[in-house]
T-cell receptor
Framework: DTAVSQTPKYLVTQMGNDKSIKCEQN?????MYWYKQDSKKFLKIMFS???????INETVPNRFSPKSPDKAHLNLHINSLELGDSAVYFC???????????FGQGTRLTVV | AQSVTQPDIHITVSEGASLELRCNYS??????LFWYVQSPGQGLQLLLK??????LVQGIKGFEAEFKRSQSSFNLRKPSVHWSDAAEYFC???????????FGTGTRLKVLA
């Protein structure tokens, strides 16, 4: 029973396309995140949501639009994909920041 | 500004040897500290965490870490490394109310048979 699940695991698409990544957590957490891991393995926070409200937007281009329909879901929609968007995107969840974050398996996005 | 530094990008050890991965942080408040491991193609798995109390914390897979406030460090150790420990290791810091975790750049561990 996966705690944080992301779909799809792999995504290959052409420049200019629009794509979405879905994330669901069954841990009952109230906070969810999107992190981007670049080719050098650096993990950088993109967004965090607490109780469906956007808390952090770390200077991410507005082509990226997260949506949290409820506390258990946080989706990421990306418009007009660019080569530089190629990365692994991780969803995570936690109970506030009182504990550790639990990560999904990641979505490897490749823009060609 | 909040930051986490992992000075070693790559470390190679022989199987059965001891291991220490370094982590230094810069944080205004009392941080929560974490070590995560990432195997190839996988997500991040929590090895251990420190919130308060005993500064030596035990984690999974035989790992431990020691919090040293005076040195702003949280180094990860393992007395005897197994080939399956080869992975990328990340130190991270968080704090109550911040709604984000800041990660170091990672240390890639290679284990020689």
């Amino acid at each position: 029973d996966t705690a944080v699940s992301q779909t799809p695991k792999y995504l290959v698409t052409q420049m200019g396309n629009d794509k979405s990544i879905k994330c669901e957590q069954n841990l009952g957490h109230d906070t969810m995140y999107w992190y981007k891991q670049d080719s050098k393995k650096f993990l950088k926070i993109m967004f965090s949501y607490n109780n469906k409200e956007l808390i952090i937007n770390e200077t991410v281009p507005n082509r990226f639009s997260p949506k949290s329909p409820d506390k258990a879901h946080l989706n990421l929609h990306i418009n007009s994909l660019e080569l530089g968007d190629s990365a692994v995107y991780f969803c995570a969840s936690s109970q506030g920041t009182l504990g550790e974050a639990f990560f999904g398996q990641g979505t490897r996005l490749t823009v060609v | 500004a909040q930051s986490v530094t992992q000075p070693d990008i790559h470390i190679t050890v022989s199987e059965g040897a001891s291991l220490e991965l370094r982590c230094n942080y810069s944080y205004g408040a009392t941080p929560y500290l974490f070590w995560y491991v990432q195997s190839p193609g996988q997500g991040l798995q929590l090895l251990l965490k420190y919130f308060s109390g005993d500064t030596l914390v035990q984690g999974i897979k035989g790992f431990e870490a020691e919090f040293k406030r005076s040195q702003s460090s949280f180094n990860l150790r393992k007395p005897s490394v197994h080939w399956s420990d080869a992975a990328e290791y990340f130190c991270a810091v968080g704090a109550s109310g911040t709604y984000k975790y800041i990660f170091g750049t990672g240390t890639r561990l290679k284990v020689l048979a």
